[in-house]
């Protein structure tokens, strides 16, 4: 069982870049969302999917687009990437019921130059 | 939107002894508080989760407890060991939104 997959693991950027970070979960889940996670401020929501075709902001989600063409894959993009977007994102899953855990990936460490 | 807060942000205990985490929320609304555990380079995992129609749940040497008047909740590992050494995060979630904790880094001593 793989769960959530996030790649790449790793990456460096330059300031203005755009990139894709990759999301994918196989247990049929119908939500899946991006957090980031910073010293000393725990992890914030980015955007979140509660199904095909449907997105919504979170708490910080300027500077970051999403889609969700299919109930696996939940990618996050930078736009034009800034310093201050240097941060560890994760991604998460879990059935559309309420009151259910969230199943995390092992984080794409990011940093913007 | 929710606020949850907690405490201390590190936390070194002697192996063998107890480890308290206390965390509050703002959101009356929020119904669902789940405990995670992250070790270094790797992603938040579940390990004990409480609902809003219970006040204290337990797994072995993990418990938590619920005042919802309060609007506060606690992590308690009893008899720690050196693989509890970890950052554990509280959260609240209300309307399918997670918010978390800043962490509590906890060192169990050998």
């Known amino acids: 069982n793989a769960g959530v997959t996030q790649t790449p693991k790793f990456q460096v950027l330059k300031t203005g870049q755009s990139m894709t970070l990759q999301c994918a979960q196989d247990?049929?889940?119908?939500?899946m969302s991006w957090y980031r996670q910073d010293p000393g401020m725990g992890l914030r929501l980015i955007h979140y999917?509660?199904?095909?075709?449907?997105?919504d902001q979170g708490e910080v989600p300027n500077g970051y687009n999403v889609s969700r063409s299919t109930t696996e894959d939940f990618p996050l993009r930078l736009l034009s990437a800034a310093p201050s977007q240097t941060s560890v994102y994760f991604c998460?899953?879990?059935?559309?019921?309420?009151?259910?855990?969230?199943?995390f990936g092992d984080g794409t460490r990011l940093s913007i130059l | 939107g929710e606020n949850v807060e907690q405490h201390p942000s590190t936390l070194s205990v002697q192996e063998g002894d107890s480890a308290v985490i206390k965390c509050t929320y703002s959101?009356?609304?929020?119904?669902?508080f789940p405990w995670y555990k992250q070790e270094l380079g790797k992603g938040p995992q579940l390990i004990i989760d409480?609902?809003?129609?219970?006040g204290e749940k337990k797994d072995q040497r993990i418990a938590v407890t619920l005042n919802k008047t309060a609007k506060h909740f606690s992590l308690h590992i009893t008899e720690t060991q050196p693989e509890d050494s970890a950052v554990y995060f509280c959260?609240?979630?209300?309307?399918?939104?997670?918010?978390f904790g800043a962490g509590t880094t906890v060192t169990v001593r050998a």
């Open positions: 998460a899953s879990s059935p559309i019921v309420q009151n259910q855990p969230q199943h």
């Open positions: 247990m049929n889940h119908e939500y």
């Open positions: 999917s509660v199904g095909a075709g449907i997105t």
């Open positions: 959101d009356s609304a929020s119904n669902y």
């Open positions: 409480i609902r809003s129609n219970v």
């Open positions: 959260a609240g979630e209300g309307d399918y939104k997670l918010s």
